[in-house]
């Protein structure tokens, strides 16, 4: 079998929001497989630690909040021209639809998708993404499976899919693939803000029918794939990956 | 605001008439479920302005219990 194939040898990746949780990994595993990748985040000690991981290269890091869209310019400028790029990054707000507040909604469509589509045209007008390169977004199976008070992620994440697509269509001239992952739960930092206890956890767990929550293992090795020259006739498509969470 | 609390915590339960005591574990009613808690966490910070870190949330058994954290918190303010 060809494994080279999978390979993500010679590749330049970019993974927003790399600095812990499923980003970190994915880095990691980029790094691992072969790649030079730039890794971001606001909190700069999490990610010099996560650059210190990985293998000796011409990685490069850049700190700062995505939501700061003038600031975008900078990454654009000190990037190297990418065969990949992981828009990662992103936010949870719980609130019951009765409580949001329009600062919320704001915040969090600025980090979950406004960022996003802002730094995607940037990167195309500089020519910072090489044909045949390949984006992925990380989004959430809870655009598929809706859960109680995620109203305002669930309707970020959604607008992550609607976006990618019409993204795949429009770049599929250039080579430039897009797919989006819809991750199931994955115990990260993210839910450091969450409402759940530990036996709450416990029981939502049994919702998972291989019997377990995710880890950021899990979804690396699925964008790694999709990172790779493996899935070259993948474009434009949603793929869950969650124990089968949402077979139920 | 102990009446005023007990009918915010009826409007979450959406149990007009319901008997609150100040001894009652609320996460025994029968109303209870998750979005009852998550609402009830959004009202004490729309109505008392104050936000009862979760670990602490997650240990406060009765309605009495949970307005003595509010009122410490806003003396606090
Ligand atoms: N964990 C899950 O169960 C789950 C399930 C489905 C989808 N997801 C998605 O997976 C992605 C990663 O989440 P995670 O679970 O790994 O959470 P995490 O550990 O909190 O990681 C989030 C990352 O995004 C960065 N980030 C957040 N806000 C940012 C901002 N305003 N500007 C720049 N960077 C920002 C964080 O870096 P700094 O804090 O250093 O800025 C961090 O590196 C998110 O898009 C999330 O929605 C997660």
């Known amino acids: 079998m060809d494994n080279t194939v999978f390979s993500l040898s010679q590749k330049r990746i970019l993974v927003t929001g790399s600095s812990s949780g499923i980003g970190q990994q994915i880095a990691l595993t980029c790094g691992d497989t072969g790649a030079t990748v730039c890794i971001t985040g606001r909190d700069e000690e999490r990610l010099q630690s996560v650059y210190a991981s990985l293998p000796s290269g011409d990685h490069i890091q850049w700190s700062g909040d995505l939501a700061d869209f003038d600031k975008l310019d900078e ?45 995607i045209q940037k990167l195309l007008k500089k020519k910072k993404i090489n044909k045949g390169a390949s984006i992925v977004f990380i989004s959430s199976i809870s655009t598929q499976k ?7 992620y669930n309707a970020t994440k959604g607008a992550v899919n609607s976006y990618a697509k019409s993204l795949a269509l429009e770049l599929a001239p250039k080579g ?30 049994k919702n998972y029918p291989i019997g377990r929550f995710g880890n950021p293992k899990d979804i690396a090795f699925l964008v790694q794939y999709l990172l790779s020259d493996a ?18 | 605001m102990k009446d005023q609390f007990f009918e915010k915590l009826r409007e ?31 009202t004490i910070d729309d109505e008392y302005g104050v936000v009862i870190p979760n670990d602490e949330f997650k240990k406060i058994e009765t309605v009495g219990a949970l307005i003595q954290a509010i009122e410490t918190r806003m003396a606090s303010l």
């Open chain 1, 75 to 119: 990454l654009v400028d000190v990037l190297f021209p990418l065969d990949g790029v992981v828009l990662n990054a992103g936010m949870v707000k719980t609130q019951p639809v009765q409580f949001i507040k329009s600062e919320d909604l704001d915040r969090i469509f600025d980090v979950n998708i406004k960022s996003t589509i802002i730094l």
């Open chain 1, 146 to 152: 809706a859960t109680i008070g995620n109203a305002m």
């Open chain 1, 176 to 205: 430039i693939r897009v797919n989006v992952v819809l991750p199931g739960f994955v115990p990260t930092n993210i839910l450091n803000g969450g409402h759940l206890s530990a036996e709450e956890l416990a029981q939502h767990e």
């Open chain 1, 231 to 248: 899935s070259s006739w993948m474009t434009g498509s949603l793929i869950p990956i969650d124990g089968g969470f949402s077979l139920k």
């Open chain 2, 12 to 42: 979450i339960l959406e149990a007009e008439d319901k008997e609150i005591s100040l001894d009652d574990k609320f996460r025994d009613y029968e109303e209870w479920d998750s979005l009852a808690n998550l609402s009830l966490i959004a």
